[in-house]
């Protein structure tokens, strides 16, 4: 069975050592790699994390015994409980047990090691605060009208979930698409340095996470690592109209590329023509009139990052349209749907529960605001998490930016939406409910709250960090047992 990499390549690029009874090379082979026992199929390599609550490697004997091959065992564990490992390793001779100082780097140094094996590959890169995935899909979703592309599924963007993603490559892809993500320092530099892209994207610089980085520029000097391995021949795809793009640009050795809504239309041929709200947008690109149904206006940002790539890899304008108009709402990000609520009214719910940041949140308000035809607004707002000591300050402007959309009611719920609470109640807006918790009762709370204020035609917005689970109200206000005619 072809392994992914071969003995000597993975041993070499782990820096590790066989250890245990050590197997025959001739039968060695991987097929897979997990770092979730539960993921673990025949053939697979183990790699255990150690987290803050868990440590993976109590979960080797459950893997070994699910049909794991190779098993990465850190050095340190190792030889702590040497011996339990030879038993392991004894009780099991088809499975290579390999020692390695830290599995997280050897499950990145692995990725690097697979990757290089497909030289002919054209590897993009794409990073930014927000819209990320979105932008991915979109790119995706053009440059496979002209090519086989690799790509990591949903938000496998993370230190673990871009070097597992690149084990998916399979050889016959032309280009790779990897998103980039990072809750910490240094950790773009880490994924970059596995994927070492030669094309790369960075879609905006925002404040998620400025609690660990500490400030926009922090911020913005970590997404800009996703240009270091950009070569003479490669590109970079800055977005104009962000106030650190000057910033991003300095030292790329490759060409620059600039798109967004200032750009003009004579270096670009791209032109807005029309907010339609749910509908999305529509907007030319060359002479082709393109209706991208993912709705709010940042998503026509996104769509320009996209164009300007597919550009650059000479996809036609009318393969973008087709491209463009083909893609559907991610789930979890701005989702719009008719939702009948108990008590039989009729609302537009927008849900968008997956994440949450300052952009974020004032890109989503900014849509309810635009939206025609709406008899109330309603929005339930919940925590930010990760803005650090800059929490206060970022929940305050949420509840100004919330004021400035023009609702009826605003619901705060959780710790840090006090802040919010109390800004809008500065503003003059007395409609406000604040629920200091995320607990069920709160989330009870907030949903028999809802059912009592909710009418037909009106707009429902939910938003929150993932974390809260604002998603929960849903199947509480939802009607059961038919649908209501509003």
């Known amino acids: 069975m072809k392994s992914l990499l071969g003995y000597d390549e993975l041993l070499n690029a782990v820096s590790g050592k066989a250890v245990g009874l050590a197997l025959n090379e001739k039968k060695f082979y991987f097929t897979s790699v997990v770092t979730d026992s539960r993921n673990v199929v025949e053939g697979s390599l183990f790699v255990p994390l150690i987290g803050q609550n868990q440590d993976g490697h109590v979960y080797i004997p459950q893997a070994v015994k699910k049909g794991a091959t190779v098993v990465f065992v850190a050095s340190e564990e190792y030889e702590k409980n040497s011996q339990k490992y030879m038993d392991l390793s004894g009780d099991n001779p088809d499975v290579l047990f390999v020692a390695v100082l830290d599995t997280l780097h050897a499950l990145q140094d692995a990725a690097a090691a697979y990757v290089s094996k497909f030289p002919a590959l054209v ?30 599924e949903g938000n496998l963007n993370s230190e673990t979930g871009l070097p597992l993603s690149v084990f998916k490559i399979q050889g016959n892809e032309e280009i790779g698409v990897f998103e980039m993500g990072m809750n910490r320092v240094d950790e773009i530099g880490e994924i970059a340095g596995v994927l070492k892209p030669q094309c790369a994207l960075i879609t905006n610089i925002g404040t998620a996470h400025i609690g660990i980085l500490g400030s926009r520029e922090n911020i913005a000097a970590e997404k800009r690592k996703i240009f270091s391995y950009i070569p003479e021949n490669g590109a970079a795809f800055i977005p104009s109209d962000d106030d650190f793009a000057s910033f991003l640009a300095e030292g790329i050795k490759g060409r620059i590329i600039n798109y967004g809504k200032s750009v003009s239309a004579a270096d670009c041929d791209v032109t807005f023509i029309s907010d339609n709200g749910f509908e999305g947008t529509t907007f030319k690109v060359g002479g082709e009139e393109v209706h991208l149904k993912l709705p709010g206006v940042y998503n026509y940002q996104n769509a320009l990052g996209a164009v300007a790539v597919g550009r650059y890899f000479g996809v036609r304008d009318e393969f973008i349209k087709a491209a463009l108009e083909s893609l559907n709402v991610i789930s979890g990000r701005t989702e719009v749907e008719q939702l009948d609520i108990r008590g039989c009214a009729r609302a537009m719910l927008v849900k968008d529960c997956y994440n949450a940041n300052p952009e974020s949140m004032a890109k989503v308000l900014s849509f309810c605001a635009s939206v025609k035809n709406v008899k109330h607004r309603i929005y339930i707002l919940g925590d930010m998490l990760e803005l650090g000591s800059k929490s206060a300050e970022e929940h305050a402007k949420v509840g100004a930016e919330a004021v400035a959309s023009s609702p009826d009611q605003i619901i705060f719920i959780g710790s840090e939406m006090k802040y919010a609470a109390a800004a809008a109640k500065s503003a003059g807006f007395l409609n406000v409910l604040y629920i200091p918790y995320t607990d069920d009762d709160a989330i009870e709370l907030t949903s028999q709250f809802v059912i009592d204020c909710v009418s037909s035609g009106d707009l429902l917005l939910l938003k929150a960090s993932r974390g809260v689970q604002l998603e929960r109200i849903i199947p509480l206000i939802a009607a059961s047992g038919g649908t209501c005619n509003g």
């Not at 794409?126 to 790509?151: C, D, N, R």
């Open 123 to 152: 590897k993009i890169g794409i990073t930014g605060s927000s819209g990320k995935t979105t932008t991915k899909e979109m790119i995706v979703a053009v440059l496979k009208q002209k090519y086989k592309v690799a790509y990591n």
